[in-house]
């Protein structure tokens, strides 16, 4: 059984390979997605995410356990790129118009990841102004929690695909064929997959007219970044790999020393048509 | 982790071999979705005439311009509606159901087909054709398994936007059906 819903601005594809499944375990799944999308959009002015950019630098805020983990591991992440993944450049890409604007940016100078503390399990507070996009990582954690969500009902095999970042459990492997960003229509077989997670970046299905900017930024040099090839990362949980691709495009380095430290690998399919 | 790198592209022969290309998905069927969205409910078939009035304001709100079909639309007893719409973008074709509550609220969405690949060939009617009518229990020259594809993130704007016109639908055209039923 494969079910496929539009969630997270793409779409979301959760397959599960045993005969008779509980039927609950795709709702579950899918809800699971949901629960993310709710906590953490930044398009939404009342998630948790627009709260604590709105109002994490004048009190503390309470946080679910979701997204108080997701804030852990960027933190996580920020420390051992040693700055390449900061998820503290929301305002970048509210002023190039590709976020939503919440109010007043005001001429703040906004602070990073590393400015957020968690001060007790689920309790925040930030010494900066903050404006965090989770979109480099959130996607990753649904993927996550969804696979934890058929586990949970006693699904023995099945993957979860949220537009391209993809994880697999249960033994069975599975081809993982990637887009080829020279022809983003045909599909490269990578390798197989039987358990574990992938995912990457490109820009090829950004549909920019000339002249606007990428949706990634460089946070140590706040410049949008271009490049046309695209990049994987393969590691044991969707999140690391999801977030572990802006450290290798960023930086344009498949050996980051921070992929061992996660058991990560990653891959650069280059792009032939361009010079 | 269970990772195996496939051995041509290693050594770069993957990109040189024949392509494959992104084709159909077929997730599930009309039957399916009403069980998934609509459950323990009996729908009755509703279908409606589109009227070119009706048909420019759904295209003003969407920006979708291939007509909305009034064929597919089903109403439970309580007020509830079903309708399957799909939108054509320049890569893509997607048949998806949509579940309102009697209020016209968006329930639920659910994907049924996602059939990818070049603008020419979506546009192309007869290629379309190959694909009306078949279900999850009709894999015939679809693809037997779904590829597990990765890649950068495709948005789903276009499905948002269609999701739109059947707002509109439901406004101009559904919302009094419900009304007039409740008045009997």
Redesign the interface.
């Known amino acids: 059984m494969?079910?496929?819903?539009?969630l997270l601005?793409?779409?979301v594809?959760i397959?599960i390979e045993d005969q008779s499944p509980p039927l609950k375990a795709l709702?579950e799944a899918f809800l699971a997605v949901e629960q993310v999308q709710f906590l953490m959009c930044f398009h939404n002015p009342n998630s948790e995410l627009s709260q604590i950019n709105a109002r994490s630098y004048l009190e503390p805020v309470r946080i679910h356990p979701w997204t108080a983990e997701v804030l852990r591991i960027a933190k996580e992440i920020y420390l051992q790129s040693q700055g390449v993944f900061n998820c503290g450049v929301g305002h970048h890409l509210v002023e190039a118009g590709l976020l939503p604007k919440h109010g007043k940016l005001n001429n703040y100078s906004f602070g990073g990841i590393e400015d957020l503390q968690l001060i007790e399990h689920f309790l925040v507070r930030s010494s900066l102004p903050l404006c965090l996009d989770l979109g480099g990582i959130a996607?990753g954690y649904a993927v996550d929690k969804a696979v934890e969500a058929l586990l949970a009902n006693g699904v023995q095999a099945g993957?979860v695909?949220?537009?391209?970042?993809?994880r697999?459990f249960g033994?069975r492997?599975?081809?993982?064929?990637?887009?080829?960003p020279s022809?983003?229509?045909?599909?490269?077989?990578?390798?197989?997959?039987?358990?574990?997670a992938?995912?990457?970046?490109?820009?090829?299905?950004?549909?920019r007219s000339s002249g606007s900017k990428s949706f990634m930024v460089n946070p140590l040099n706040q410049g949008h970044i271009e490049f046309s090839e695209?990049y994987?990362v393969?590691?044991?949980r969707c999140v690391y790999a999801d977030a572990l691709t802006k450290v290798v495009s960023i930086s344009r380095n498949t050996r980051h020393p921070c992929l061992s430290h996660f058991?990560a690998?990653a891959?650069r399919i280059p792009n032939?048509q361009s010079p | 982790?269970?990772?195996?790198?496939?051995p041509l592209?290693i050594i770069g022969l993957?990109?040189t071999s024949a392509?494959?290309?992104?084709q159909a998905?077929i997730?599930?069927s009309v039957e399916q979705a009403q069980k998934?969205l609509l459950p323990n409910k009996s729908l009755a078939k509703n279908p409606m005439i589109i009227t070119e009035d009706l048909q420019d304001k759904m295209r003003s709100a969407s920006s979708i311009r291939h007509p909305f079909q009034g064929d597919q639309i089903w109403r439970a007893a309580d007020g509830s509606w079903f309708i399957v719409d799909e939108v054509v973008g320049k890569?893509e074709m997607i048949t998806?159901a949509v579940a309102l509550n009697p209020s016209g609220a968006v329930t639920g969405?659910?994907?049924l087909e996602?059939v990818?690949?070049?603008g020419y060939e979506v546009a192309e009617a007869n290629w379309r054709k190959q694909f009306v009518g078949k279900t999850a229990v009709d894999p015939i020259k679809l693809n037997q398994d779904?590829?597990?594809?990765?890649?950068?993130?495709?948005?789903?704007?276009h499905?948002?936007d269609g999701v739109k016109r059947v707002a509109v639908l439901y406004e101009i055209a559904l919302k009094n059906q419900t009304l007039s039923l409740k008045a009997k």
Not at chain 1, 183 to 196: D, F, N, R, Y
Not at chain 2, 146 to 157: H, R, V
């Open positions: 494969i079910r496929c819903k539009p601005g793409t779409f594809e397959r709702d996607k993957s695909n949220a537009g391209g970042d993809i697999i033994g492997s599975q081809a993982i064929q990637i887009r080829n022809k983003p229509h045909e599909l490269i077989q990578i390798g197989s997959m039987s358990a574990g992938i995912a990457t970046s490109s820009l090829y299905f950004a549909n695209s994987s393969v590691a044991t058991s690998q891959i032939t | 982790m269970n990772w195996k790198p496939h592209f993957a990109m392509p494959i290309i992104a998905k997730y599930v998934i890569h998806y969405i659910e994907i996602y990818e690949s070049y779904i590829q597990n594809i990765g890649g950068a993130t495709l948005s789903c704007k499905l948002t």
